[in-house]
């Protein structure tokens, strides 16, 4: 992945998106089916929900 820097972003502001990308990273790894919600206030990520899918097999 490209780590493209944003010339007018703020070093904090840079940090910030940074952190909230590993994150991301984070609720991906091991995540084979299901969702991942990123709630964004006032232009942060301020919460990631993760919703995994799992299939029974019928009896």
Request: net charge neutral; aromatic share 2%.
């Amino acid at each position: 992945m490209t780590n493209h820097s944003h010339p007018q972003l703020s070093p904090e502001e840079a940090r910030q998106i940074e952190e909230s990308l590993a994150n991301v990273r984070e609720a991906l790894t091991g995540l084979r089916f299901g969702n991942i919600s990123l709630t964004i206030h006032e232009g942060r990520v301020v919460q990631i929900d993760v919703t995994e899918k799992k299939r029974l097999k019928p009896n």
